[in-house]
């Protein structure tokens, strides 16, 4: 998709954009009778055809929309609107739109093109499709063209490996995908095989690890800025391709779903490549704990006992608890062999987050105020909201173990997030910017282009605004 600074033919094709207020004012300037199909209602989309072209007349709603908003617009007209939309220059005729809404326009009509498998089959990807507006100088739609795409092939990277079924996204499927990713974009790559981890000492990872049929895969990835004194972002991603729950087996009716155990990985992915692609004057150490969570006779089994890359010891009293138990290793690993300014892990943790929020935001926990902040202020400005939980050290009462220095679950039914945030936070070595985010239920769940749950996406957004921006 080409965007254009320019006004100057006759276009066979036009996005006429309105928010109800600015479709009161003018509908007097069009055909009498079409108040009767269009308002500017909030996703409304009015086709006109005429013997010169097509215009698409799309409502905003109110004039109050905040910018995801539009972005949430352009998705759906760009899924909906497929079929139809030509790939020819068009014109964009919206005078009340600013910089910024113009930027989210465009990222929804890419990120809407997903589909899964994905292919670049969409119109707005073809060449010959340019987006005419003369609002803005060229050099800010190139801008604006080049995050863009970024995010959209962040994103759409993020969705496709979420969505990909088990069977194609074995470990070593996906490892070979990171080594292209590293390699396209300069990446530093580094992979741990199980015997690697096993000298190293990673074994809570391990101890998941060692009941699949495939070697383990603790990959690092780091993206390095030539600026100087540029702040460090540690992400961790939780990595689980596939959840059986182990031993302690899931209900079979939904487990289909459970490819979606690695929502966390694909966050961390998306935003990576944002970066990259951005050349963001930041630096970012990535660490995803690749695994899948099998039943074998190698299983690791409840009651089992387990030390930690940090010499604690782990009591396991459900082995679909597994989640905490990489990411443990996960963590102490970042804190004791980088340097990094802001630690943030993410993972599809907990049916209890997914009871407590539903699809509307994740379950944010943090030891740090500026960074809690900074992420709830994230998360409503890109609509990948977060809602604050407490660390309080009563939790810690429900992981003291009798055999072990800590158990990996509580046998209370309640409050499973906390608990596994509480769990979490023994292993950062007392980093002091840590936040934990579980996005059990929102990185997977209704889409528009999907009849059954997919993945949203969720994070890419909330992680690319938060390390482009920080100051």
């Not at 254009?4 to 036009?14: A, D, L, M, P, R």
């Not at 500017?40 to 097509?54: A, D, L």
């Amino acid at each position: 998709m080409q965007l254009i600074n320019t006004k100057n033919k006759n276009y066979t094709q036009v996005f006429h954009l309105f928010t109800e207020e600015e479709w009161s004012k003018s509908s007097k300037n069009f055909n009498k009778n079409m108040p009767h199909f269009f308002t500017g209602k909030k996703h409304e989309v009015f086709v006109n055809t005429h013997e010169e072209g097509i215009t698409y007349f799309i409502g905003l709603g109110k004039s109050t929309l905040q910018n995801f908003e539009i972005q949430q617009i352009a998705i759906k007209f760009s899924q909906t609107q497929k079929k139809t939309i030509q790939a020819v220059p068009t014109l964009f005729f919206a005078d009340f739109i600013d910089e910024k809404q113009f930027e989210e326009f465009a990222k929804g009509l890419l990120i809407g093109t997903y589909h899964y498998p994905f292919e670049k089959d969409h119109p707005v990807w073809d060449p010959e499709f340019e987006l005419h507006f003369e609002n803005l100088s060229q050099k800010k739609l190139d801008l604006i063209s080049q995050r863009a795409e970024a995010l959209s092939n962040g994103q759409i990277a993020c969705q496709e490996w979420l969505n990909k079924p088990a069977n194609l996204k074995k470990p070593d499927a996906l490892s070979l995908y990171l080594k292209n990713v590293a390699k396209k974009y300069d990446l530093k790559y580094t992979s741990f095989n199980r015997k690697k981890c096993e000298e190293l000492g990673l074994g809570a990872y391990l101890s998941v690890n060692q009941g699949s049929a495939y070697d383990a895969a603790f990959t690092i990835l780091e993206y390095k800025s030539n600026v100087k004194n540029a702040k460090t972002f540690g992400l961790v991603g939780k990595c689980v391709l596939f959840d059986t729950g182990g031993i302690s087996l899931k209900n079979p009716d939904n487990m289909h779903y459970m490819k979606s155990d690695m929502g966390g990985a694909t966050a961390v992915l998306g935003s990576l490549i944002y970066a990259a692609e951005m050349q963001l004057p930041v630096n970012i150490v990535a660490i995803l704990p690749i695994t899948d969570n099998a039943v074998s006779e190698n299983a690791f089994l409840p009651s089992d006992v387990v030390t930690a890359y940090n010499g604690k010891t782990i009591e396991v009293l459900n082995t679909d608890a597994e989640g905490r138990m990489i990411l443990a290793d996960g963590l102490s690993y970042m804190a004791k062999n980088f340097n990094t300014d802001f630690m943030i892990d993410l993972a599809t943790l907990t049916g209890s987050s997914v009871r407590m929020f539903g699809d509307t935001c994740g379950a944010m926990f943090s030891n740090d105020e500026e960074l809690k902040d900074l992420l709830i202020k994230t998360g409503n400005k890109t609509n990948q909201r977060l809602w604050n939980l407490p660390l309080w050290d009563v939790w810690k009462d429900d992981i003291q173990s009798d055999v072990a220095d800590l158990k990996n679950i509580s046998m209370k039914p309640i409050g499973d997030c906390i608990v596994a945030a509480k769990f979490l936070e023994q292993f950062i070595e007392n980093h002091p910017k840590w936040a934990h985010l579980d996005i059990a239920g929102v990185a997977f769940g209704n889409v528009g282009y999907s009849k059954e749950k997919a993945a949203t996406g969720f994070g890419v957004q909330l992680l690319a605004d938060l390390i482009e921006n920080y100051r």
